[in-house]
Nanobody, 120 residues
């Protein structure tokens, strides 16, 4: 079973920065895609950014130019560098590791979430 643990959340002022970490129990090469999601109170969980095994990154429009997703393969960890934070970024951030098995069977592994709060 793949374990996923997020960390790095906290309380910051608008315009500040945070770096979230997503530590996994397996090699990055064993994971097809790692995604960062966020969920604000009363709203659905939305995709923020993804990074594939090959290193391709995607971002939701609202964070483009401010957030950067990256990997440290030696540490089996994916990071989300968040700059120029806005109050609208306040949410519980989740990391998801997706593994596609033989037969195109997808397995998703979720962390417990880390809270990001951005004050005005």
């Amino acid at each position: 079973q793949v374990q996923v643990v997020e960390s790095g959340g906290g309380l910051v002022q608008a315009g500040g920065s945070l770096r979230l970490s997503c530590a996994t129990s397996v090699s990055m090469f064993s994971i097809n895609t790692v995604g960062w999601y966020r969920q604000a109170p009363g709203k659905q969980r939305d995709l923020v950014a993804t990074i594939t095994r090959g290193g391709s990154a995607t971002y939701v429009d609202s964070v483009k130019g401010r957030f950067t997703i990256s990997r440290d393969n030696a540490k089996n960890t994916v990071y989300l560098q968040m700059n120029s934070l806005k109050p609208e970024d306040t949410a519980l951030y989740y990391c998801n590791a997706r593994i596609v098995r033989v037969g195109l069977i997808q397995d998703d592994y979720w962390g417990q979430g880390t809270q990001v709060t951005v004050s005005s």
